[in-house]
């Protein structure tokens, strides 16, 4: 056997683990497990846009290898979106960068910028890519805590100045994973002001933008002057769109970062496939109903899993975007511990928020990914348990 890498072996335990055994196990015996788990939008992509991949899988001129930077039909559409959705004005050649999932460029971002030992400010909890591809590239996680005392924002006043002077990128997420927070004009402002003051550049995940309800509509962080000099944004059709399987996303801003990212993946990967690039401009062009659809489906599923928690005690706050409901637990439980009463008690499937990062202690994500039916049932089953 070959000995793995210290970067693998530092990797944390896969928490999973002991909750996909038992999923595994209770479906076995046949089981109805009600999966609130993963991330992962249920409904399928809307028709016009697999038409279009159709089409555009059927022209050979798309057949072989994409440009690297992703095609200017894309990058130019993206550039004309951000307009239009934020008013935000982009040089599609070289602030717009084609990505396979924002998940890609947010994991290439740290071996652009990181060398071996310097400090990337990381939030937790958090989605885990960012602190894991920091340690890919020898970084160092500092974690800023988010609690429901701050708005599940991190403080930037309580970073030390010798580690603010020390870091060399800071990431944040809003709409945010897990806890469905929300950032407004004042908090990127802030964002700005610190990384101008300390040098560092930043990295906003904005994967959640369109999964909006009540008629609110996240900004932007480069509608905040000054934010194009100190960072850029990653976006995703994944969630938008249904298109999680697709993988198709978009860097946006800085340009001196979006080249370093591009010069990372032109000697790691080949580009996203132009049929599906074609596919996300028909997406990002066409009628944007299904979007709204989208919207209007998750926040039936969000107030009913409200609803339905509230009445036996649990009392999550509203998520005003993203399709997670993060959820106090009894104090009695550990995340993990309340995770598997929910699995061997009731079937129902959550993430532990201890997975997401010391901070998430106390609580558990629910993810709004089951007919708003299946949700009732959850939360049936939940009622029967005294916990
Ligand atoms: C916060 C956040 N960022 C990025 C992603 C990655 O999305 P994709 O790679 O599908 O664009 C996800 C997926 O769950 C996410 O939750």
């Not at 982009?90 to 460029?105: H, N, P, R, W």
């Not at 990212?261 to 080949?270: A, C, E, T, Y």
Request: aromatic share 10%.
């Amino acid at each position: 056997m070959i000995d793995r890498a210290d970067r693998l072996k530092r990797l944390p335990p896969y928490l999973f683990q002991e909750i996909d055994r038992l999923k595994a196990e209770l479906m076995a015996q046949g089981v109805d497990v009600i999966n609130l788990g993963v991330g992962d939008p249920d409904l399928p992509t809307p028709k016009h846009i697999i038409e279009e991949l159709n089409k555009a899988a059927r022209d050979p001129a798309n057949h072989q290898y994409p440009s690297y930077s992703g095609m200017n039909d894309f990058k130019g559409c993206v550039a004309r979106w951000y307009r239009r959705r934020f008013g935000v004005e982009l040089d599609a050649d070289s602030e717009v960068l084609t990505l396979i999932g924002s998940k890609e460029g947010i994991a290439h971002l740290p071996l652009a910028f990181i060398n071996p030992g310097d400090l990337a400010l990381v939030p937790s909890p958090a989605y885990p890519v960012y602190h894991i591809t920091t340690m890919f590239a020898g970084g160092e996680s500092y974690f800023m805590p988010l609690s429901r005392e701050n708005g599940f924002l991190p403080d930037l006043g309580k970073i030390p100045a010798d580690i603010a002077r020390k870091a060399k990128m800071i990431f944040i997420n809003y709409p945010n994973n897990p806890t469905g927070a929300t950032a407004e004009r004042d908090f990127f402002l802030k964002v700005i002001d610190f990384a101008r003051e300390y040098g560092v550049a930043v990295c906003h995940d904005a994967a959640y933008t369109e999964m909006a309800f009540d008629g609110y509509r996240p900004m932007s962080f480069l509608e905040v002057p000054g934010a194009k000099e100190v960072g850029i944004e990653f976006h995703s059709l994944s969630k938008t769109y249904n298109m999680t399987g697709w993988r198709l996303g978009f860097a946006v801003g800085n340009a001196g970062m979006i080249n370093g990212l591009g010069q990372v993946k032109s000697n790691i990967d080949s580009g996203a496939f132009n049929a599906v690039q074609f596919a996300g401009i028909a997406a990002l062009e066409g009628d944007q109903c299904c979007v709204a659809e989208m919207q209007g489906i998750y926040q039936e599923r969000r107030d009913a899993l409200i609803r339905g928690l509230r009445r036996i005690n649990l009392n999550a706050g509203l998520p005003k975007a993203t399709f997670y409901v993060w959820c106090p637990i009894p104090g009695k439980y550990k995340s993990r511990e309340f995770t598997t009463l929910l699995l061997r008690e009731a079937g129902i499937v959550t993430t532990p928020g201890s997975g997401f990062g010391e901070p998430g202690e106390g609580y558990v994500r629910m993810a709004l990914t089951v007919s708003k039916e299946r949700i009732e049932e959850a939360v049936r089953r939940m009622q029967k348990i005294a916990f």
